[in-house]
């Protein structure tokens, strides 16, 4: 289990106490049967009631002790794991975030939630019974055989043939079932993203009528989980009647060993059933050891798979100290760009140079899947160049530290996500300290300031998670709003207005020419029209650059970018034939 011991030395003093105190819980317990077979030998055969309520006293004291020695190790137990657990999902959670978006385009979103809460769920009581059981249940095994060896040596022979016995037995089971329960684990996964997939896409299933095909899908998979969790329960079913066959033979060897011996003067009664006892003990230990190792071994098909994530190394790397800023008029700089996502057989862009000049406005235009959205992904480092390099003010992104680089960005992604809490609370994401009123400028400038007036409680306006009570053209305002709080030195805005209309989407881009002077820049859009008034637009054509230049110079210069133009305006056939001339 990867790195579990390293959690647990922050509980070392409850990691040593829990198992310590129920060695001791079960030290009594062995004694309880020797204290039966004198009550059984001395009391019962005399008829002294005076030494049977002396033994019985005993017996109680030795109940209490051991109550009490239980509570106290399962008190520390419960706070190790409880500690394990929230230590390993917090640094679960900073190493998630610590991932490019390679590695998380990779694991995928469902796992990723799996991992993080019913893996690490499974190893937390995995924890909590190692602690409390892994040196008690063996110490009472051994512990029994080594008092029936005192009682008599012949029949305590049934034991030494019946642990290694049931030891095989158990150890097999578990060894069988560790690669299944690693199986059942993926299948959750697979329930999981289908379950995920459902709920957010539930529009879209509704609006296409899939609902009894997405069923149909989920049923079998869930059928597929349940066999698979049917047939590694069987296995480890298997576990407590083979246990109890065995032990259950076992007793009825001694108690005809025991029998024999008794009529021939070598053993008492009360020795007996002392045996028995013994036996009967190691019937109920290996029992929760069985438990614990099935337990267990879900807890290390757990630990597998969360040790897989943290096996996962961010393909991007931060830089240590970054570099000392110097602002310069060429703000962003792609040199011979080329970049391809992992598993892919083709760049998502080759070969891509240009310049962006502080304060320019940069349109970014072309098909679907052509690498708009990767090409500026490339400039706050979300995704690293395969070849060639992006520089920020003549220097290489790689030599920037993460926040002293997306520090001087502002990004609005293709989808609008506004976080739960208040309307303020997300402008404030990307200056803490911003007063109502450069809120309420930004908000502005983004064309939002309707969507405040018409909250009853303005700024203070509770959102929903995933900001499910505003429609989609208001998060979109929102987000860029939050984007233009920072007063980023370069804007990034990719298709952030695709549901906002046209007479709105024009004051906004003007709103942002006149208002953030200084600022460069990115418009990512379909639309020929939201980047027509751009100082520079990239035209991409699976990857590569097919053109660059002002609306006027492309529409002269650039096949690609007249034949977009045209397919959106019916006025630029005439454009078209002008410049054609």
Same mark, same amino acid.
């Given at each position: ?76 137990? !419960? ?124 529009? %879209? ?43 259950? !033979? ?21 020795? %007996? ?237 003007? !709103? ?70």
């Amino acid at each position: 289990m990867f790195k579990i011991t390293n959690y647990l030395k922050e509980y070392k003093k409850e990691s040593i106490v829990a198992p310590c105190f129920k060695m001791l819980e079960a030290s009594f317990e062995l004694f309880v049967p020797l204290v039966m077979a004198t009550i059984v030998d001395t009391g019962i055969k005399n008829a002294d009631n005076a030494y049977i309520l002396r033994m019985g006293a005993i017996l109680v004291l030795l109940g209490i002790v051991g109550l009490t020695c239980s509570i106290t190790a399962q008190y520390f137990a !419960a706070k190790a794991s409880v500690g394990f657990g929230k230590s390993v999902r917090k640094d679960l959670f900073a190493h998630i975030n610590s991932l490019s978006y390679t590695e998380l385009d990779t694991a995928g979103t469902s796992t990723l939630i799996t991992r993080m809460t019913n893996d690490i769920n499974q190893m937390q009581s995995g924890v909590n019974m190692f602690l409390r059981l892994f040196l008690r249940s063996p110490f009472i095994v051994v512990g029994a055989m080594v008092m029936a060896f005192t009682v008599d040596v012949k029949a305590a022979f049934v034991f030494v043939v019946a642990i290694p016995l049931l030891s095989v037995v158990v150890f097999g089971i578990m060894l069988y079932s560790i690669p299944l329960y690693q199986k059942v684990q993926t299948a959750l996964d697979r329930v999981l993203l289908m379950t995920r997939e459902n709920l957010v896409g539930a529009r %879209v299933i509704r609006a296409f009528c899939r609902q009894r095909d997405e069923e149909e899908d989920y049923k079998k998979g869930s059928d597929h989980l349940m066999q698979m969790q049917i047939f590694v329960g069987k296995v480890s079913a298997m576990m407590n009647p083979v246990t109890y066959i065995i032990v259950n !033979a076992a007793i009825i060897a001694i108690i005809w060993i025991g029998g024999l011996q008794v009529n021939v003067g070598n053993l008492s009664q009360g020795e %007996v059933i002392a045996l028995v006892n013994y036996m009967s003990q190691i019937l109920v230990e290996l029992v929760k050891l069985a438990n614990l190792i099935i337990l267990l071994t879900k807890a290390v098909a757990s630990s597998k798979r969360v040790g897989e994530v943290f096996a996962m190394q961010p393909s991007i790397m931060e830089h240590p100290t970054g570099v000392d800023l110097v602002p310069s008029e060429d703000k962003v700089v792609f040199d011979h760009v080329t970049f391809m996502y992992a598993g892919a057989k083709e760049p998502a862009l080759k070969d891509i140079s240009f310049t962006a000049k502080k304060g320019q406005t940069i349109g970014v235009i072309g098909g679907t899947g052509c690498g708009k959205s990767t090409l500026v992904n490339l400039i706050p480092r979300f995704y690293e160049a395969t070849e060639g390099s992006v520089l920020v003010d003549k220097v290489n992104v790689k030599n920037y530290s993460f926040h002293q680089l997306r520090d001087r960005i502002g990004v609005v992604p293709q989808k609008a996500v506004l976080f739960n809490g208040t309307i303020a609370d997300n402008m404030r994401w990307g200056k803490e300290d911003a007063t109502e009123e450069e809120m309420m400028h930004a908000i502005g400038i983004a064309q939002g300031k309707d969507v405040i007036e018409s909250k009853k409680n303005g700024l203070q306006e509770m959102i929903l998670q995933g900001g499910k009570n505003l429609s989609g053209g208001q998060r979109q305002r929102l987000t860029i709003a939050r984007a233009l709080v920072k007063e980023p030195e370069i804007l990034i805005l990719d298709d952030s207005a695709s549901a906002l209309d046209f007479a709105t989407d024009a004051r906004l881009r003007k !709103a942002i020419r006149e208002e953030t002077k200084g600022m460069t820049v990115f418009i990512v859009s379909q639309r020929a029209s939201t980047i027509k008034q751009a100082d520079q637009i990239i035209v991409l054509e699976d990857g590569t650059m097919a053109g660059i230049g002002t609306h006027e110079e492309l529409m002269k210069n650039c096949e690609v970018y007249r034949e977009i133009v045209y397919s959106q305006d019916d006025n630029a056939q005439k454009e078209v034939a002008h410049h054609g001339r």
